[in-house]
Structures are given as structure tokens and as C-alpha cells.
């Protein structure tokens, strides 16, 4: 009787709970934890998503260790990808082959066979990737942007006096790219790049190609509008400061949140949110309100999540 009781308050209590709390909130929709892929441990480098097999990789280090993972999104487990220090990683997602880079070099791991080999630039030092029809990349400490096909490289010559920090390239083979603390665009087509944002961001695409933006300080999303080609606030995260953010194959977010060291993927959950703003200092705070839906509006409940 007893255990029935307890059974029964815990399937009652988390599932409200989670439907107030939105960890994020994108158009209206509030997003809640589904699962933690890890807590605790220092995760370095890009997220990668096999967007056909729901899959993400990404490395971290454990007690001075290095371990590069794949972890299946629709399954929940984990396995040990053999290469332990990795920091770039871009999937092919025509193939399901994963490019990663190691201290030097560029590796490519084939899932099927789970088995990794030297790929290409076996002496220079990558630093991030992004596949698009072919893998694009960066060198560590080094101007420039290329691109590798069939084992040849080959410079986007416009680029090659930018050091580039981090980029992507969208789904109108436009690439958006971190130089210092301001963000470039370089548009398809045209001659040279030219300042978008005068401030920092973490970039990443979705399941589309369409173009993200994550402000760390004031955790706000944003996303380009395809119509005027400007960027617009989206929603916001609640927590946590310094991001690394992928859209897995049913476009959720799975998020790194560096201050408490944890994975997340995130599922939409049947509340509504809107971000607010309150100045606070230098930083425009966000605060994630979540309105619960259930019962048609019946005890609608209206829960403040703001968090720091
Ligand atoms: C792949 O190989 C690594 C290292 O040998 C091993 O730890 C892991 O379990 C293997 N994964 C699969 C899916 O067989
Ligand atoms: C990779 O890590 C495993 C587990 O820590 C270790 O046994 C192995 O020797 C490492 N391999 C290399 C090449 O460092
Ligand atoms: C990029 O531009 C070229 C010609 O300038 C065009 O053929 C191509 O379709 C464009 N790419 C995308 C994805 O729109």
C-alpha cells in the first residue's frame, strides 16, 4: 500500500515539475531536460549530430583522461568512439561518417565498422569543423577558412586575412563566422564578408540549415529571418553561462551548460513561455516564464524561473 502510494507520487510529481520548468524557451515552446547525457564531467570541443541515427559526439576530459563518445539520442547509451583526444567533429550526414580532428590531423570514423583512420593534413592542428557537401575547416592559430574534398584542400580566398574563431555555413551556403568578439557574414556569392553583430556569440545550424545565435551573457537565441536576411530573438535559455549548442534530428537542442558541467537534450513540453527582460548591469537579463496549459486553463499556474 505503502509502495503504491510512493509510486504514485513520484509518477505525479516529476512530470508536473517538469512542465514548469523551461530550461529554454524557442517560439513560445518550452523545452525541458529529457535526459542528461552527462553531469560533471569538462566537455571541450564542437558537438556533432548524426541527424539520420540520432547520435551526438563530443569529447571530455575525466580525471586528467580524454574520451571522445557517441551517444544515441533515441536509446540513451553510450560507446567509446576509438580516438580518446578529439576536438573538432562534423558529421557527413549522407554517409553517417564522423570527421574528428586529434592533437594533429583530421581522422574520420566509420560507425558501421567503428573503426577510425587518418583522413588528411596529418601534421597541422584543427580547430573547428563543419561538413556541407564537403568538410570545411579551420586551423588552430591560423587565418583563413578551406576545404577539403577527395583529400585536396583548398582556401576560400576572401577569408584569408580572418582569424576565425568559429563558423558556420547555412543552408543558402552563407557562412557566419566569430573573428575577435564580433560576428561576419559572408554571403554566398559576393565579395567579401562584412560585420553582422558587434558582440559574441556561439554559432550552430539546424536540422534546415538555418542559421542560430547564442548570446552567453544574456543566454538569448536568435536566428536569421530568411526574408530580410536579419537576425531576430527567438527565446532564450533560463541557465548557465557558456554554450554549446546542436539541434539533433528532431530539431531539439541539446546544450552544454559549462557552469554545472552537464549535457543536456532537451524534448518541448506542453507549457507555453515567453522571455522577458529586466537591465540589470551591463547584461540584459532573461527570464523564462513558463504558463502551464494543462486543464484548458484551469488552474493555470504562472511559475518564474529566473535563475542566477
Ligand atoms: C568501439 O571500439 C572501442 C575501442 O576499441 C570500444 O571501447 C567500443 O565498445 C566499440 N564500440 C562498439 C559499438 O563496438
Ligand atoms: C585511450 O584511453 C584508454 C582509456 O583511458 C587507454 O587505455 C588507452 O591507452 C588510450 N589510448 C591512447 C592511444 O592513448
Ligand atoms: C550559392 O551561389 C551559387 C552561385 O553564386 C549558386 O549556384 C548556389 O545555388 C548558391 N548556394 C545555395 C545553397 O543557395
Known sequence: MWKLLLLLIYAIIPTQAKRLSCYACINLVCYSPHDRIFI???????????????????????NGKDFTK???????????????FTFAH????????????????????????????????????????????????TEFKHKGLFSINNKKTKEITQ????????FIIDKHDDIYFMRRSALYVFRNGTKKPELFQDEIYFLT??????????QPYTRGIYKINYRTNRMIEVGAFKRGLAFKVVFDSDNHIVFYEST?????FLSPVLS???????????????????????????NRRTHKSNSL
Open 90 to 137: 562534423a558529421v557527413d550526414q549522407s554517409t553517417g561518417d564522423l570527421y574528428l580532428s586529434g592533437e594533429k590531423g583530421i581522422y574520420k570514423y566509420n560507425p558501421k565498422d567503428n573503426n577510425t583512420e587518418l583522413y588528411a593534413l596529418k601534421d597541422r592542428t584543427i580547430w573547428h569543423m563543419q561538413f556541407e557537401d564537403k568538410l570545411y575547416y
Open 40 to 62: 560533471d564531467q569538462k566537455l571541450s570541443g564542437q558537438l556533432a549530430v548524426d541527424r539520420n541515427a540520432n547520435i551526438i559526439y563530443y569529447h571530455y576530459q575525466d
Open 260 to 264: 554545472n558541467k552537464i549535457l543536456y
Open 159 to 166: 577569408l584569408s586575412d580572418y582569424q576565425i574563431d568559429d
Open 272 to 298: 507555453k513561455c515567453t522571455v522577458t527582460t529586466r537591465g540589470v548591469g551591463r547584461y540584459l537579463r532573461k527570464v523564462v516564464v513558463s504558463r502551464s496549459t494543462r486543464n484548458n486553463g484551469k
Open 205 to 214: 545550424t539546424d536540422k534546415n540549415g538555418e542559421a542560430y545565435f547564442i
Open 70 to 84: 557517441a551517444f544515441d539520442l533515441t536509446k540513451a547509451t553510450s560507446t567509446v568512439i576509438p580516438l580518446n
